[in-house]
């Protein structure tokens, strides 16, 4: 039994609408890539003090999280500044290109503010590609901010980070 060209024609197009509009919701959204591998103490740091809030953050609705496992080989099509040397390492990533990167795990005050100014790279749009009212001032510092205690903390964390990165063949 033969089918109708328009039958033909019509699942034809059908499909292709239904791929272009699937491809266009990818390539408008935002996604930040957690380059990771097994074994990582910072990673698991990570994993700790921020997984399990960052997607109930605002930030974390806007721009969701896709783990990405380099032991695997499961590196996205992105256009990159680079290539990834450190884990873990966070990569903002709209329209299939970088837009800018947080390398390594400084601690829960430093990742936030350096978040917070990589989201700033970012065209604001709310709801239907409206315009998202600007932030105040109090709430767009308010993930930099951080006591002195914590500062002190995240500091020497990344210190050790860093150190452990040099020490590594």
Same mark, same amino acid.
């Given at each position: 039994m033969s089918q109708s060209p328009v039958s033909r &024609? /019509? /699942?034809? @197009? #059908? /499909? @292709? !609408?239904?791929a272009v509009v699937m491809l266009a919701g990818v390539a408008e959204a935002a996604e930040l890539l957690m380059y990771r591998r097994a074994g990582c103490p910072w990673c698991a740091a990570w994993d700790r003090d921020i997984g399990p809030i960052y997607p109930k953050t605002a930030i974390g609705r806007r721009i +969701? !999280?896709?783990n990405v496992d380099l032991d695997? /080989?499961? *590196?996205? @099509?992105?256009?990159?500044? %680079?290539p990834i040397r450190y884990t873990p390492t966070f990569v903002l990533v709209e329209n299939g290109r970088e837009v800018g990167r947080i390398e390594g795990y +400084? %601690? $829960? *005050?430093?990742? &936030?503010? #350096?978040?917070?100014?990589? @989201? $700033?790279?970012?065209?604001a749009a709310g709801p239907k590609g409206s315009q998202a009212p600007a932030p105040t001032q109090a709430t767009a510092q308010a993930p930099a901010q951080a006591t002195a205690q914590a500062t002190a903390q995240a500091t020497a964390q990344a210190a050790a980070h860093v150190a452990t990165l040099e020490s590594t063949p």
């Open positions: &024609w /019509g /699942g034809r @197009a #059908l /499909g @292709a !609408l239904c +969701p !999280l896709r695997r /080989g499961e *590196a996205p @099509a992105i256009h990159s500044r %680079g +400084p %601690g $829960e *005050a430093f990742f &936030w503010g #350096l978040l917070e100014q990589l @989201a $700033e790279k970012l065209p």
